[in-house]
């Protein structure tokens, strides 16, 4: 469904895209590099509105979130574009592309969450939310006006302008936002985008709603110690208690670097633990991803797989009573 785009400028017969640092100044018919949004008849609009490519219900954890209502589930629901052209990415077919979709309205939308067992809400993940801009927005505040306690979660590579993302985030709970890594030679060559923007997103986000943050460590591009070092400080900087998810590459789309040594990642795990209190590990198998009291070490939450064991009550440690900024 076809939508007006509500941030832009008119450039003589053009108009310029406000919603991601891209500014893409667009022609009639001609697309900006999200690849959904257009000028058609003089009219800027985008062309994924309520269009869902993919719908399912996932594990909180498989976000990942692991300190925002830890055990529960949540639907999750994508459409197609994105704003980055990542060699790596894993959803290439929606990112890129125009896949087959299913129209669902805001009102369907909202009618299927509490139909749901176990589930907290409503993921916008698996293409760039943000390029899904007009719905998400439309489906959050509608969401958040009929029922507070219902969580509206963004899954994002953080690339948005700071007006669109400061009037949505009064209707978001919680992001698990992509720090892609920390050069702007690796976001440019590698996810055709720039630091600085996403930087600033990390820091915008903290101050409304939950925030973890996922870097995928590519094997010789970005998984270098000093690498490691330089997110876990800017994270820390921001603050110390936001999760860090360091997650494994494998060969994807159009990257044929070998996967990430385990080594790496454990090593990357053990540096960024210096500056913050907690550093998860993803796409590995068989390694302690429990949460653990930072004062005393206590068992806080147990993870095997996606099944998930909590030890908190009253947000504090029951051994210690140190408090726990986990949200359940």
Not at 21 to 46: A, M, W, Y
Not at 98 to 111: A, F, N, R
Not at 245 to 265: C, D, G, V
Request: glycine share 4%; hydrophobic share 30%; charged share 25%.
């Amino acid at each position: 469904m076809e939508k007006k785009i509500p941030f832009y400028e008119e450039v003589k017969d053009k108009v310029r895209c406000r919603i991601c640092p891209h500014n893409c100044l667009i022609d009639e018919e001609k697309f900006g590099i999200c690849g959904v949004r257009t000028l058609k008849s003089k009219v800027p609009i985008t062309i994924n509105y309520g269009e869902v490519t993919s719908m399912g219900v996932d594990p909180i954890e498989k976000k990942p979130l692991y300190h925002f209502k830890p055990s529960k589930d949540i639907l999750s629901v994508g459409s197609f574009g994105c704003n980055m052209t990542c060699s790596f990415c894993q959803n290439y077919e929606i990112s890129q592309g125009k896949p087959q979709t299913q129209y669902i309205s805001v009102e369907k939308l909202m009618d299927i969450i509490p139909t749901i067992e176990n589930n907290i809400g409503v993921a916008f993940t698996y293409n760039e939310p943000f390029m899904w801009y007009e719905y998400m927005y439309d489906a959050a505040k509608g969401i958040k006006e009929n029922n507070t306690d219902t969580s509206v979660v963004v899954v994002t590579n953080g690339y948005i302008n700071e007006k669109p993302l400061k009037k949505i985030l009064p209707y978001v709970d919680a992001m698990n936002i992509d720090l892609k890594g920390y050069t702007n030679r690796y976001y440019n060559n590698i996810c055709g985008a720039k630091l600085e923007p996403v930087l600033e997103t990390i820091k915008r986000c903290s101050e409304y709603c939950h925030v973890e943050i996922t870097t995928l460590l590519v094997s010789e591009e970005n998984d270098s110690l000093e690498e490691a070092r330089q997110i876990a400080e800017f994270i820390a900087s921001v603050d110390k208690n936001i999760p860090l998810h360091l997650s494994r590459y494998f060969p994807r789309y159009k990257m044929e670097n070998e996967a990430t040594k385990i080594e790496k990642i454990t090593e990357a795990q053990n540096e960024a633990k210096k500056y913050l209190k907690y550093v998860y590990v993803g796409n590995v198998q068989g390694v302690d991803n429990n949460t653990y009291c930072d004062n005393c070490n206590e068992l806080l939450i147990e993870r095997n797989g996606y099944s998930t064991n909590v030890f908190i009550k009253d947000n504090k440690c029951q051994k210690c009573g140190e408090e726990i900024n986990i949200i359940l």
